[in-house]
Each structure stands twice: as C-alpha cells, then as structure tokens.
C-alpha cells in the first residue's frame, strides 16, 4: 500500500464548479500535512498547509480527519488558472516530504 | 540567490555514463532534499542533508547513486552506469531547518533537471 493514496483523476470541471480531492495516508504518526500544485513541466509549490481545524485560504479550504487518515482539498468557484495537478503530502518527519501521485484538474470555459 | 538553483535543466546521457546534477539552495537554508519524479508520479524522496551531512539517504534507489554537500551550501547527484529507468525529473529542495511541524520552513523546490538516458 503506498504512503500517500489520492482520487486518480482527471477531474474535467466547468468553470465556476466546485470540486473536491481527496486523500490518504497510511502513517498514523504523521504530524503535518500539506497540498501542492504541479504545473505542466514545472516544479511543485506549497498551495496551502492543513491544520487539524480545517483551513480556508480563499476558494480553498483544506480539511484533516487524524481518526480516519483522510485529508481533502475543496475548490470553489473554479477558474481556468486552477488547470494543474494537485499533490497530497505528508511529512515524513525532518520535512521529509511524502507525495501522493497527484490529481491532475483541468477547468474548461 | 533569490531561489533554488538546478543545473543543468536538461541533460541526455547515453546508457551507461556517468552524469552529475547540482543544486545550488537558498543561502541560509541548512536542509536540502533531493527527489526524483517520474512521468505521472508524485515526487520520490532520495535523500536528505543536514549541514554537510547526509542525516537520511534511505530513497537511494542503489548504490549507482551518491550525493554530496561538501561545505554545506551546494549539493552534487551523482549516478553512475545510468540506465534508462533513472530517466526522470531529477529535484531539490532546501529548506530552513528540519522541522517537524505544520510550517514548512520556507520549503522550497528548484525547477528540476530532466534526465534522458538513451
């Protein structure tokens, strides 16, 4: 079973739709959790971390549920600039980051 | 330099030579990982360092690859005896310290090496 499990994709969206991702992971010990956007041929950035609350970042909100090792993202009002693939990561300890495969998203006019 | 630095940013070696890949990080930052992405895949850790030191090298796939950090600042992947499945984005990352917590220490990628071996 790989660490870091996410939907396999690709999620094909209107504009303006909202859509969800999810992920898990299989470390119960993990302390921190974060999401990544991949964009074609370029390097992965930190789109948002995810704190046990839940946290909203604009049309982003991340969610953690520690008792079933599930983390989400939640787009809202998707826009054409949100085409990318989205990365699910967990610290492996020492920022060791653990990358799920990525959900690749592309929003259509 | 204002970010991390990957060179070169492509590199097609035939199977079997030697290549080296360097990463030049942010100044200051003391950690720097290395990954390798392969096509469709999310990023594979390879190794870590602290300082000058390898703290985790359990990604090493084999003993074809090594990394150096000789004065703590620039790091140098080496793969020896290339093969065609090492083809790959080749990744790094520094960062400002370990961490265990929710920040990400200012956790930043350079743009990759893409590697070819033929």
């Known amino acids: 079973r790989k660490e870091v499990e996410q939907d396999p994709g690709p999620f094909n969206v209107p504009e303006g739709a909202t859509v969800a991702f999810n992920c898990t992971y299989s470390?119960?010990?993990?302390?921190?959790f974060f999401w990544y956007r991949q964009d074609c041929r370029k390097e992965p950035k930190l789109l948002m971390s995810?704190?046990?609350s839940g946290n909203e970042d604009g049309r982003f909100t991340a969610q953690l549920n520690r008792a079933s090792q599930y983390i989400s993202l939640l787009i809202r009002d998707s826009k054409l600039s949100d085409s990318a693939t989205y990365l699910c990561?967990?610290?492996?300890?020492?920022?060791?980051?653990?990358f799920g495969a990525g959900t690749r998203l592309a929003v259509h006019p | 330099g204002a970010g991390v630095s990957q060179t070169p940013s492509n590199k097609v070696t035939e199977k079997g030579k030697y290549v080296e890949l360097r990463c030049d990080p942010i100044?200051?930052?003391?950690?720097l990982y290395w990954y390798r992405q392969s096509l469709g895949q999310g990023p594979e850790f390879l190794i870590y360092?602290?300082?000058?030191?390898?703290?985790?090298d359990s990604g090493l796939p084999n003993d074809r690859f090594f990394a150096v950090r000789p004065e703590g600042s620039v790091s140098t992947l080496k793969i020896q005896r290339t093969e065609r499945g090492d083809s790959a984005v080749y990744l790094c990352?520094?960062?400002?310290?370990?961490?265990?917590?929710?920040?990400?220490?200012?956790?930043?990628f350079g743009s990759g090496t893409r590697l070819t071996v033929v």
């Open positions: 100044s200051g930052h003391t950690a």
């Open positions: 995810v704190y046990s």
């Open positions: 990561v967990v610290n492996g300890g020492y920022n060791k980051l653990i």
């Open positions: 990352a520094s960062s400002l310290g370990p961490g265990t917590g929710q920040r990400d220490y200012g956790y930043t």
């Open positions: 470390n119960s010990a993990s302390q921190s």
């Open positions: 360092f602290q300082g000058t030191g390898a703290a985790d």
